[in-house]
């Protein structure tokens, strides 16, 4: 077994987790995995960073696959004995121009961000090691979203008790909702990204919550932060942000000095706490 420290930072052979990547390869004293859902892709991720003399080590992740997550869980375990830092980046958004019907981008959308993220959050957090950090990478329109929500789902998902299975009720009544063609109706706002990014903020609340339950002493700090508008295959040519800057504030979570207790539950954008 590895005595050294361990990152792992999913969908992160481009875009802003491969400059997530990048940066923890310069600033963060151990193994960083740079993981990718096509191993080709991957692969070449790596050895563009090793072209600029970084040392990422590459595995295989699917994040809609239970069994890859699985297998990295593993990995983790057997070389590592659990995990220092986590990095849930990986996430996928239809284009605007997209013509696929609002349901099936709805039900997909949800699928990745929300169920895929929670799925490898399942496997892993068990895994981090005392005084490790996770960073869940959510979106400002998580934020949007929430506020054109009607005010009693705004109402569930600021509360401080909502439970996961509550949550997980949410996201799949949403799918269900877009289906029945009664979203709007039932008080949902018109953007599944928005709603999946909801998920997966308040899905860091719940789990830091738990934390504090159930590893009270270990200082595991969590988050959910938002990149801003990066200039990426998902967000477009027109973004304001480069890949580099848009890794800033989550390497600034997942780098958290250990014998400090805050940020823990928050929704960071810009390094600073918003108000959810």
């Given at each position: 077994?590895?005595s ?9 052979n ?28 991957g692969?070449e ?6 072209e ?6 590459f595995?295989q ?17 057997e070389?590592?004995?659990g ?12 284009k ?22 929670r ?5 892993l ?14 979106s400002?329109?998580?934020l ?18 909502i ?15 877009t289906?029945?063609?009664v ?24 789990h830091a ?14 988050n ?13 040519p027109?973004?304001t ?23 823990h ?12």
């Open positions: 077994m590895s050294n420290k361990v990152a792992v930072v999913t969908g992160s481009k875009g802003i987790g491969f400059a997530i990547v990048r940066d923890l390869c310069k600033k963060f004293s151990g193994d960083v995995i740079l993981t990718s859902r096509d191993v080709t892709r692969q991720a790596v050895k563009k960073l090793k600029e003399g970084l040392n990422p080590l595995h992740l699917d994040i809609d696959d239970l069994q890859s997550i699985q297998t990295l869980g593993k990995f983790l375990k070389r590592y004995g995990v220092d830092l986590l990095v849930n980046n990986a996430g996928m958004a239809f605007v121009a997209d013509t696929t019907p609002f349901p099936v981008q709805a039900e997909v959308t949800m699928k990745t961000n929300f169920f895929g993220t799925a490898v959050s399942a496997e957090l068990p895994l981090i090691k005392p005084q490790g950090r996770v960073v869940n990478v959510s400002m329109v998580s949007r979203s929430l506020k054109n929500c009607s005010p009693e789902l705004q109402q569930k998902f600021r509360s401080s008790t439970t996961e299975d509550e949550l997980v009720g949410l996201m799949n009544k949403f799918v269900e909702d289906k029945k063609g979203h709007e109706k039932e008080g949902w706002p018109n953007s599944a990204y928005g709603v999946s990014k909801i998920g997966v903020t308040v899905l860091s609340r719940i919550r738990q934390l504090n339950e159930q590893r009270k002493g270990d200082n595991i700090l969590l959910a932060c938002c990149p801003g508008w990066v200039r990426t295959d998902m967000a477009g027109k973004a942000k480069s890949p580099e800057e848009g890794a800033e504030t989550p390497v600034y979570l997942a780098l958290l000095p250990p014998n400090v207790t805050e940020p539950g928050q929704f960071v954008m810009e390094k600073k706490v918003e108000k959810w």
